[in-house]
């Protein structure tokens, strides 16, 4: 008898994890004639790992749907609030964090014993029949295979997935004793660094994992260890961590966690759940929580609907951006721990703090609330003035004290005319240097007339353009001392003679083009005007260029001088493999594709005051095949340096029109983290840092010297004043314009607190 609508009477579940079982077990809670059978192919006492942690928020998700399961839950946590870290032999703690966890094992039995007393038919030792027999003879097909999930592959072509092998080699292991936190410990052998992540699961059990790089392992001699002599090593290497205690194994190996992402979730009456559809690193902990969070969703949409369809395709808009948040906050966290040596030589409250905020959900401002005091000892660890947030510490490079570390980033405006910046950018510029941050950039200045994106872009081509820019660093020295204002020089490159951004952003003008020039004749799209390959000569020419608006710069005033390598214009054209085809000196090996960028470089820094600081912007990813990669960013920011770079600052992509950037909350930093410790040279980090708290950690962590923020100045002109009232803070960090004191204080709004009900009735 099959159900009608998104109400389903004959339900098939593949797989008997958690997600599986507890989709199981709901749908045949709310209705008590459905048909309802999942196939296990182990045992049922089998089970792979150890503790399962589970957050508040799930756990009130699962008391909402079933009070009965959630119970036997609760009966079964042990909590704790702590995280222990431990480097070089020194510990600290951080509390309020706020944990709940249990046995793997004892989860599915709970499970179990749900499913049997609702109805549910239960079926181990089974291999399940082939998806298409059962998405005949079922309404619904519920995929909870797993990671190795082999109905997702017989429908690849449908759910087109996604698997990707990292770096590190782990094992899941126990203990016989509870820690009584969340640990990481750090060890540094002589194959490499290690780590342990360990958590207490039962009142006398905990989960240990030991992961390190592929190479760490293999120099380590694992791969030539059986099981027993694994875990025997394992114990040794953490000895003081496990108080000498041996480890245990439950048919343990080592494996390379696999981050899986599909296309879709769904194909007729057959759906995705949990790790078949998605995988999140275990450092964040959150495949069991997923898994269960995708059971109460689907769940939840088949009732809500009308028809299958609308249901699954309900709970795939549900799901999906919430999944993709967590994959975003697990690649940080899973990439932290394969980079971990480069953190090594942090101080250690420091590292700590680092570790902590690595997958950016726990921040500089939350970790404040759960443990004011582990918090501000990292603050004074960082010299942090007594009520300063770290974004409001000075900043020196060279000559130039930036009073924060907030940059107004470049932002083309496309409002000259002739190249000759005006009123606008008066008003822009001027607007963002009162309200507050440290350094205020230009849009990329135009170093020739040919050189422009637009017609609408500024120069430093000619002495009008260069009267100009000094009425506008005038007034930011006068009506905004202490703040700082930098100019970009820059050439368009092949990505020039185009439309206003509003009218087409990278569309050739219907009228009026100019000849554009590159590193290599590739346009860049197909229906982009085709450049000429630079001769000798021409180089010369434009590095002239360069050179004369640097020297008009130094008249106008300009603070700092920031060369731009990225964004596929000409400079950047030349790093990058796919836009630099030259087969002369200037093109093939990365040395010589950086040999005209560095010419440049250099011959603006013979301009530029020696006082003066001098920054670079590159992109550190083409986000393409067969581009620039991180590695090769980091030999990119090693040459600028070594030619006298005060700071790189690190943008990606914008490169080659196909690329496929991997967008989210401060996704570029990684790559300025990288550049800084690896380079040991300031960075400026920047891309979708929206946020004081953001800000906040990434400065205190270590991963960035500054931060460049770009719409939310525009969104707000005076958002480094506004975050220093949001956070309380008055100090030598952000100043008041004298006029403007007055609204230093958030105005007051009327109240829009409703008075809480007195009684509650039952029903």
């Not at 510029?429 to 350094?439: F, I, K, M, Y």
Request: with cysteine; charged share 25%; aromatic share 8%.
């Amino acid at each position: 008898m099959h159900g009608t609508g998104g109400r389903p009477l004959r339900v098939a579940v593949i797989g008997g994890g958690p997600g599986g079982l507890y989709a199981a077990a709901l749908l045949k809670r709310l209705d008590p004639a459905r048909e309802i059978t999942v196939w296990e192919r182990n045992a049922p006492e089998d089970t792979f790992g150890f503790g399962v942690v589970l957050s508040d928020e799930t756990l009130g998700g699962i008391e909402h749907a079933d009070p009965v399961v959630y119970e036997a839950l609760k009966a079964e946590f042990v909590r704790w609030d702590d995280i222990d870290i431990v480097h070089r032999g020194v510990r600290h703690t951080s509390g309020g964090h706020g944990f709940a966890a249990l046995g793997r094992k004892r989860l599915l039995e709970i499970l179990h014993e749900r499913c049997r007393s609702l109805g549910v038919e239960l079926r181990f030792r089974t291999e399940a029949p082939y998806p298409a027999w059962l998405s005949e003879a079922y309404d619904l097909v519920i995929a909870a295979d797993g990671v190795h999930s082999a109905t997702r592959e017989a429908y690849a072509e449908v759910f087109r997935p996604s698997v990707e092998e990292h770096r590190c080699r782990y094992i899941w292991l126990a203990a016989d004793f509870p820690f009584d936190a969340f640990r990481f410990e750090i060890a540094e052998t002589e194959h490499g660094v290690m780590q342990l992540h360990g958590y207490p699961y039962a009142p006398d059990a905990s989960t240990v994992i030991v992961e390190m790089r592929e190479e760490v392992w293999r120099a380590a001699g694992f791969a030539e260890l059986d099981t027993a002599e694994t875990i025997e090593r394992c114990a040794k290497i953490f000895a003081d961590t496990l108080r000498g205690r041996p480890l245990r194994s439950n048919n343990s190996t080592w494996t390379t966690f696999r981050t899986v992402v599909n296309a879709h979730w769904s194909h007729g009456n057959l759906v995705l759940l949990g790790d078949a559809a998605h995988t999140a690193h275990f450092s964040i902990g959150s495949g069991t929580k997923l898994a269960v969070e995708d059971a109460l969703a689907l769940v939840a949409c088949l009732e809500e609907h009308a028809s299958l369809p609308e249901a699954l395709a309900a709970y795939e808009e549900e799901r999906r951006p919430v999944v993709a948040s967590t994959q975003r906050a697990a690649r940080a966290s899973l990439e932290w721990f394969e980079n971990l040596g480069l953190y090594l030589d942090q101080p250690a409250r420091q590292f700590a703090f680092n570790l902590l905020t690595r997958s950016r959900r726990v921040t500089h401002d939350n970790l404040r609330l759960r443990d004011a005091h582990f918090t501000e000892a990292v603050e004074r660890e960082f010299r942090c003035p007594p009520g300063t947030p770290p974004m409001f510490t000075p900043f020196r490079l060279r000559g130039l004290t930036l009073r924060n570390r907030v940059v107004v980033s470049p932002m083309d405006m496309y409002s000259a005319v002739d190249g000759v910046p005006g009123d606008f950018h008066l008003v822009h510029l001027g607007a963002r240097a009162l309200g507050g941050a440290g350094l205020v950039m230009t849009e990329m200045v135009c170093v020739s007339a040919e050189g422009r994106i637009t017609p609408g872009c500024a120069g430093l081509y000619t002495g009008r353009q260069g009267e100009a820019w000094r009425r506008i660093t005038d007034f930011v020295h006068t009506r905004a001392p202490g703040t700082a204002i930098g100019v970009q020089l820059g050439h368009s490159g092949r990505k020039g003679s185009t439309k206003l951004m509003w009218e087409g952003i990278d569309e050739p003008l219907d009228e009026g083009n100019w000849p554009l020039v590159a590193a290599s004749a590739i346009p860049y799209k197909p229906e982009s005007q085709t450049p000429r390959e630079l001769s000798r000569a021409q180089l010369t020419d434009i590095r002239e260029q360069f050179a004369a608006a640097a020297w008009r710069a130094v008249r106008c005033g300009f603070d700092l001088l920031e060369l731009h390598c990225a964004h596929g214009y000409l400079l950047s054209g030349f790093l990058s493999p796919l836009t630099n085809r030259r087969t002369d000196a200037y093109g093939g090996t990365l040395a010589k594709r950086l040999r005209f960028p560095l010419e440049v470089f250099d011959a603006v820094r013979a301009v530029w005051p020696g006082e003066k600081p001098m920054t670079v912007r590159i992109s550190a990813t083409d986000w393409a095949e067969g581009g620039t990669t991180a590695e090769e960013s980091v030999e990119i920011a090693r040459a600028f340096a070594a030619h006298g770079a005060d700071a790189i600052d690190v943008s990606t992509g914008q490169v080659v029109a196909e690329e496929q950037p991997e967008f989210g909350r401060s996704y570029q930093t990684p790559y300025a983290d990288r550049i800084r410790h690896e380079v040991g040279i300031p960075v400026i980090a920047v891309g979708a840092i929206s946020s004081w708290d953001d800000v906040n950690s990434l400065i205190l962590a270590g991963r960035t010297d500054l931060c460049a923020l770009a719409r939310p100045h525009l969104y707000d002109p005076h958002w480094t004043l506004h975050a220093a009232a949001e956070q309380g803070y008055s100090g030598p960090g952000v100043v008041w314009p004298a006029p403007y004191r007055a609204g230093s204080r958030r105005p007051q709004t009327g109240r829009t607190d409703a008075p809480k009900p007195r009684l509650t009735l039952g029903r």
